[in-house]
């Protein structure tokens, strides 16, 4: 079976700092893999996902993710966050049953 | 604009009631979903919808139930064989249930019971 591992509960940083977001995942098929964007009592939004091709992809806000088969993982990252990027993330994976499959989330908190 | 609406915002519940959550979207999807949300459990799926007129479980279906009359709508009625019942749920839609397709996440209703 699918799952999603999200090591970091939280991810304190000061803006304009780079930050990383990790993300494993173990799957016995080929995955397709997403990370959305969550803002404080608001519903979620795709940041980006990947499908297949380029295993670097690119998202809204500066966002990117770099997919690793042999390391299983797929981690957020963007050079210099802003205040408004204060929320939680989730990863997901899709599974075969075609539903998706989230982490417990990461909260981002960008400090002034 | 095109989008999805959950109503209402809030919503509390007594003992023994049964609530229903209302879920609307105007994107002609065919997939409907609904998850919950816990702190520090992430999403889990209740309900999904991969058409009208059919709808599946999801991982923790019992104390809910789900109708899907109508392509536009996907209501979640959250009964009273739900012990913990409150919580954030969401509701999501996508153009089809193959697994590549982006989920579209509606606002969120958040459950009290008083």
């Known amino acids: 079976a699918q799952s999603v591992t999200q090591l970091d509960s939280q991810v304190p940083v000061f803006e304009e700092a780079p930050v990383e977001l990790r993300c494993n995942y173990s799957s016995s098929v080929s995955v397709y893999l997403f990370w959305y964007v969550q803002y404080p009592n608001q519903g979620l939004q795709l940041l980006l996902k990947y499908l297949s091709g380029s295993t670097l992809v690119k998202g809204i806000n500066g966002f990117e993710a770099e997919f690793n088969k042999s390391q299983t993982s797929f981690h957020l990252r963007k050079p210099s966050v802003h205040i408004s990027d204060t929320a939680e993330y989730f990863c997901a994976v899709s599974d075969r049953a075609d539903k998706l499959i989230f982490g417990t989330g990461t909260r981002l908190q960008v400090f002034p | 604009d095109g989008g999805i609406t959950q109503s209402p915002k809030y919503l509390f519940r007594k003992e023994g009631q049964n609530v229903t959550l209302s879920c609307e979207q105007n994107?002609?999807?065919?997939?409907m979903y609904w998850y919950r949300q816990d702190p520090g459990q992430g999403l889990r799926l209740i309900y999904y919808s991969q058409i009208v007129n059919d709808f599946q479980k999801g991982d923790i279906a019992e104390g809910y139930s789900v109708s899907r009359e109508k392509k536009e709508s996907f209501p979640l009625t959250v009964t009273s064989a739900q012990k913990n019942p409150t919580a954030f749920y969401l509701c999501a839609s996508s153009t089809s249930s193959a697994r590549q397709e982006t989920q579209y996440f509606g606002p969120g209703t958040r459950l009290l019971v008083l």
């Open positions: 994107l002609n999807h065919d997939a």
